[in-house]
């Protein structure tokens, strides 16, 4: 069997070094990725799974927010990956968001954002490092908890806004020690739903960072199979008609 093809939206100003970094993430956990940016056909029929990654700030205008002078919006890739989340999300296709893609799924979920987290948050450490020197705290019971297992973990840090107000149906999965909110997920659905605030990718020799890269493929592998075993199904009942 082929292996299941993960669509990955990034930035058209960052996508060239970041997208690489995903790619490897995915290839390794079993998956074939399929590059997505702003000027480029991205159908969501083409994927069995979805990753929206980071980089932009998303604009305020999606969820009523303040506008900042300071952000670096991106229209175009909003209106994308909202659409491919929505499509994502419709026809049970699983979806990790990283970064700016936790707070797409947020948004798209109907959630909001706080565009800077240290008015948010007074006690916010500010750092900003690809290397894991921020610690989160896992929620239990969590798909998170389960593909990470429940330990606290270190993570990086490349954000200045977070999920503020949460999405229809999603949950907090891990949180920092600032409470800032650093994992989502929706625990409800029978497919993944999650989303990081960090970036797992730059952290690809940390096996429990890995995990998650596996757990998308493997639903993304699960969806694929019962799609084929539905259109089989059609085709056959097409032919005894």
Not at 16 to 36: D, E, H, K, N, T
Not at 75 to 97: F, H, Q, S
Not at 203 to 224: D, E, P
């Amino acid at each position: 069997m082929s292996r299941p093809v993960i669509g990955v939206t990034t930035s058209a100003r960052s996508g060239w070094r970041i997208f690489p970094m995903i790619a490897l993430s995915v290839r390794w956990a079993g998956g074939r990725p399929l590059w997505w940016r702003v000027g480029h056909p991205a159908e969501i029929a083409d994927c069995d799974g979805l990753i929206i990654g980071g980089g932009d700030d998303i604009s305020a205008d999606l969820y009523g927010g303040r506008l900042m002078a300071e952000a670096r919006v991106d229209p175009e890739r909003d209106a994308l990956e909202r659409r491919l989340v929505a499509e994502a999300e419709a026809t049970g296709r699983p979806v990790l968001g990283i970064c700016r893609g936790a707070q797409m799924l947020n948004i798209v979920l109907g959630g909001s954002l706080h565009q800077d987290i240290y008015e948010a948050y007074a006690d916010a450490r500010r750092i900003w490092t690809v290397l894991p020197r921020k610690e989160v705290t896992v929620e239990s019971d969590t798909l998170l908890a389960r593909i990470m297992g429940p330990e606290p973990a270190r993570v990086n840090a490349l954000h200045t806004q977070s999920v503020d107000r949460l999405g229809e149906g999603l949950r907090v999965s891990a949180r920092d020690r600032a409470g800032v909110v650093q994992a989502v997920e929706r625990s409800d659905a029978g497919s993944v739903l999650l989303g990081v605030q960090w970036h797992p990718e730059h952290l690809f020799y940390a096996r429990r960072q890995r995990a998650i890269f596996r757990t998308l493929v493997s639903a993304a592998a699960a969806f694929r199979a019962d799609s084929d075993q539905q259109g089989a199904a059609a085709a056959m009942a097409e032919l005894l008609r």
